[in-house]
């Protein structure tokens, strides 16, 4: 199993562990001091030793950060997180706090009359910190750069990982590392730039054509590199992550180093020197400013172009995805003969799921923890089952199992919500709507040029109309076996970057209630061009989505009458070509049940 069940989160020891920090930043004259979740490159998924934001409260979600007080301790979550941080924290020492609503510089100064708060350079972005500085002005509050306070006390820290590196062979990346790096040196000459300093582990591994193991789930290697003007590469990881054959693979232009060199190669570079203000850490800028050298705050060069799969990339994870569509049509086949019996449990389902994707042989790791959240469970957004909070999967509820995989062709996420019994109507209507949702972003055509932003609300509108809503976007981008949530594409109210083609996003409307259920419906999309209509307007570029996914949705939940016909035309088209796309990959008893749960409504 790749998934285990054990708990990451003991509320007990953060009172403890509270009080030692706060006796560290007395001791150095600090009134607080700031806590990421983030490592040094920014990432989502982080090594365990970079657990700092878990080991000190708990809170064992993706996204979220804390600020420590000496009489108040703030975790700031994002909606996906408001009841999951409950049951983490003790709500005695450590206060949630609704983010981005309340800003971190409002809850400063409300909070302090004056003071310095610490915080580590290499943990925080160039932006956030600016941003900060820029909300506290005339506060008495002032932000100070010092070591890393929480390590200081942290007794048993795990060491850095030491993943085995390994080559993305160039078929399946579509383009080889040697014509990407080409193609970003031609644009830093034009830009008049001679360096780039790239620090997030996927821009590293997508531009190399490397991948790694340095954190669960995503396949990717910790480290930095300098990418010049003449297309030379220096890469900084550790050696013993090499092997000879990937080291060959680098290519001679590929300069590896220890990490240690890393801040001594950016003091002896010349020029102006490209950095991502948004995703390197500010200790980076830092260091080159120190050094006399002018430093363009510019987007990572690889975001961009990494987001815009190519056809090699995209027919890879068109197969990956037909071959994981095959597993989870097998495992809810598997489900729906289960449920009616009592017992079944969510740990039980989790291990069914991963056992048909181990069964392709293609399996490479699982993209994410399945959440598999039963009843109740399911309306914590990013709910992760233990042996403690396994729940057993009961009759006349709903069911919400949210899961993906990593094949050496693709990255996958697909969300199936369920019936188990009689929901009821109530249940049933709020699926529909959320159906209704996912069907809107799927047919949509729209010119070209908007943004994420510019989308979200089809899918909030069938919700909205009920006077319901979802606390999360309608979709993340998606790495080509890679990270499971990549930027810079979103389907987002914040978002504000253009869709292009080869963008590949998640279409996941949702809609929870605490205590109760949650539902969530999600496939991958993939942004093409549209094709001209009739009596349209040809000058004016359109786009569309293609859909990755391929698995049935739960019939028995959908109110027929509900759909308006263009709603229940697509619905009876997708099912038809998942029948179609399956049929032949599926063992005669799947087989059987596809045709059943892909009957026209």
Same mark, same amino acid.
């Given at each position: 199993?790749?998934?285990?069940? /054990?708990?990451?989160?003991?509320?007990?020891?953060?009172?403890?562990?509270?009080?030692?920090?706060?006796?560290?930043?007395?001791?150095?004259?600090?009134?607080?001091?700031?806590?990421?979740?983030?490592?040094?490159?920014?990432?989502?998924?982080?090594? @365990?030793?970079?657990?700092?934001?878990?080991?000190?409260?708990?809170?064992?979600?993706?996204?979220?950060?804390?600020?420590?007080?000496?009489?108040?301790?703030?975790?700031?979550?994002?909606?996906?997180?408001?009841?999951?941080?409950?049951?983490?924290?003790?709500?005695?020492?450590?206060?949630?706090?609704?983010?981005?609503?309340?800003?971190?510089?409002?809850?400063?100064?409300?909070?302090?009359?004056?003071?310095?708060?610490?915080?580590?350079?290499?943990?925080?972005?160039?932006?956030?910190?600016?941003?900060?500085?820029?909300?506290?002005?005339?506060?008495?509050?002032?932000?100070?750069?010092?070591?890393?306070?929480?390590?200081?006390?942290?007794?048993?820290?795990?060491?850095?990982?030491?993943?085995?590196?390994?080559?993305?062979?160039?078929?399946?990346?579509?383009?080889?590392?040697?014509?990407?790096?080409?193609?970003? *040196?031609?644009?830093?000459?034009? &830009?008049?730039?001679?360096?780039?300093?790239?620090?997030?582990?996927?821009?590293?591994?997508?531009?190399?054509?490397?991948?790694?193991?340095?954190?669960?789930?995503?396949?990717?290697?910790?480290?930095?590199?300098?990418?010049?003007?003449?297309?030379?590469?220096? =890469?900084? @990881?550790?050696?013993?992550?090499?092997?000879?054959?990937?080291?060959?693979?680098?290519?001679?232009?590929?300069?590896?180093?220890?990490?240690?060199?890393?801040?001594?190669?950016?003091?002896?570079?010349?020029?102006?020197?490209?950095?991502?203000?948004?995703?390197?850490?500010?200790?980076?800028?830092?260091?080159?400013?120190?050094?006399?050298?002018?430093?363009?705050?510019?987007?990572?060069?690889?975001?961009?172009?990494?987001?815009?799969?190519?056809?090699? /990339?995209?027919?890879?994870?068109?197969? *990956?995805?037909?071959?994981?569509?095959?597993?989870?049509?097998?495992?809810?086949?598997?489900?729906?003969?289960?449920?009616?019996?009592?017992?079944?449990?969510?740990?039980?389902?989790?291990?069914?799921? /991963?056992?048909?994707?181990?069964?392709?042989?293609?399996?490479?790791?699982?993209?994410?923890?399945?959440?598999?959240?039963?009843?109740?469970?399911?309306?914590?957004?990013?709910?992760?089952?233990?042996?403690?909070?396994?729940?057993?999967?009961?009759?006349?509820? =709903?069911?919400?199992?949210?899961?993906?995989?990593?094949? !050496?062709?693709?990255?996958?996420?697909?969300?199936?919500?369920?019936?188990?019994?009689?929901?009821?109507?109530?249940?049933?209507?709020?699926?529909?709507?959320?159906?209704?949702?996912?069907?809107?972003?799927?047919?949509?055509?729209?010119?070209?040029?908007? *943004?994420?932003?510019?989308?979200?609300?089809?899918?909030?509108?069938?919700?909205?109309? &009920?006077?319901?809503?979802?606390?999360?976007?309608?979709?993340?981008?998606?790495?080509?076996?890679?990270?499971?949530?990549?930027?810079?594409?979103?389907?987002?109210?914040?978002?504000?970057?253009?869709?292009?083609?080869?963008?590949?996003?998640?279409?996941?409307?949702?809609?929870?209630?605490?205590?109760?259920?949650?539902?969530?419906?999600?496939?991958?999309?993939?942004?093409?061009?549209?094709?001209? !209509?009739?009596?349209?307007?040809? /000058?004016?570029?359109?786009?569309?989505?293609?859909?990755?996914?391929?698995?049935?949705?739960?019939?028995?939940?959908?109110?027929?009458?509900?759909?308006?016909?263009?709603?229940?035309?697509?619905?009876?088209?997708?099912?038809?070509?998942?029948?179609?796309?399956?049929?032949?990959?599926?063992?005669?008893?799947?087989?059987?049940?596809?045709?059943?749960?892909?009957?026209?409504?």
């Amino acid at each position: 199993m790749f998934q285990t069940f /054990e708990s990451h989160a003991n509320p007990a020891q953060g009172p403890a562990r509270l009080a030692a920090l706060r006796e560290v930043l007395a001791a150095e004259g600090l009134a607080g001091f700031l806590v990421p979740r983030a490592d040094v490159h920014q990432g989502e998924y982080v090594a @365990a030793r970079d657990e700092r934001l878990q080991w000190l409260t708990g809170f064992t979600g993706s996204a979220g950060f804390a600020i420590v007080l000496g009489a108040v301790a703030g975790v700031f979550i994002d909606g996906r997180y408001r009841t999951q941080v409950k049951g983490q924290v003790d709500l005695g020492h450590f206060t949630p706090v609704s983010w981005p609503e309340v800003k971190p510089a409002d809850w400063l100064r409300q909070n302090m009359t004056g003071g310095v708060v610490g915080f580590d350079p290499w943990l925080h972005t160039a932006e956030e910190i600016g941003k900060l500085e820029a909300g506290l002005q005339s506060s008495g509050i002032t932000l100070r750069s010092c070591e890393n306070m929480v390590d200081r006390i942290w007794t048993g820290q795990p060491e850095a990982p030491m993943g085995r590196a390994f080559a993305h062979p160039d078929a399946l990346a579509g383009e080889t590392s040697a014509a990407k790096r080409a193609r970003l *040196a031609d644009g830093l000459r034009k &830009a008049g730039q001679t360096a780039a300093v790239i620090t997030l582990p996927d821009s590293l591994c997508w531009l190399l054509n490397i991948r790694g193991a340095d954190v669960p789930r995503n396949p990717i290697l910790h480290g930095h590199a300098i990418l010049h003007d003449d297309a030379r590469v220096s =890469l900084f @990881a550790e050696a013993a992550k090499f092997d000879e054959a990937t080291r060959a693979h680098l290519g001679e232009h590929v300069t590896l180093r220890p990490v240690a060199a890393f801040v001594p190669a950016l003091r002896t570079l010349q020029g102006t020197v490209r950095v991502d203000k948004a995703t390197a850490p500010l200790a980076v800028s830092m260091e080159l400013e120190e050094a006399g050298l002018t430093v363009a705050f510019a987007d990572d060069p690889c975001r961009l172009p990494k987001a815009c799969k190519n056809a090699g /990339e995209i027919n890879g994870m068109r197969e *990956a995805h037909l071959r994981d569509g095959a597993a989870v049509v097998e495992f809810l086949c598997w489900l729906d003969a289960r449920l009616p019996q009592s017992g079944l449990t969510e740990i039980d389902v989790v291990k069914a799921l /991963e056992g048909f994707r181990r069964a392709t042989n293609a399996l490479h790791d699982i993209s994410f923890d399945t959440i598999c959240g039963a009843g109740p469970n399911g309306a914590i957004m990013h709910y992760r089952v233990t042996e403690q909070s396994n729940r057993v999967v009961a009759q006349n509820a =709903l069911l919400l199992v949210d899961s993906g995989a990593q094949y !050496l062709d693709g990255t996958t996420d697909i969300t199936r919500t369920v019936a188990v019994g009689d929901p009821g109507d109530y249940a049933r209507a709020c699926y529909t709507r959320v159906l209704q949702g996912t069907i809107a972003i799927s047919r949509v055509r729209w010119p070209a040029g908007l *943004a994420g932003r510019d989308l979200d609300p089809l899918a909030r509108a069938p919700l909205w109309l &009920a006077g319901q809503d979802f606390n999360h976007g309608t979709g993340h981008g998606v790495g080509a076996f890679l990270s499971v949530h990549e930027g810079p594409q979103r389907l987002s109210r914040i978002s504000e970057v253009p869709l292009e083609p080869g963008m590949i996003l998640s279409n996941e409307p949702g809609y929870y209630r605490e205590g109760e259920f949650g539902i969530r419906l999600e496939n991958l999309i993939v942004v093409e061009t549209a094709p001209d !209509l009739p009596g349209g307007d040809a /000058e004016r570029e359109q786009l569309r989505f293609e859909t990755l996914t391929f698995a049935p949705f739960d019939r028995r939940l959908v109110v027929a009458a509900m759909l308006a016909p263009g709603e229940r035309d697509w619905l009876n088209a997708y099912h038809a070509e998942v029948l179609d796309k399956l049929g032949a990959r599926l063992s005669p008893a799947a087989l059987a049940w596809c045709k059943a749960a892909c009957a026209p409504l």
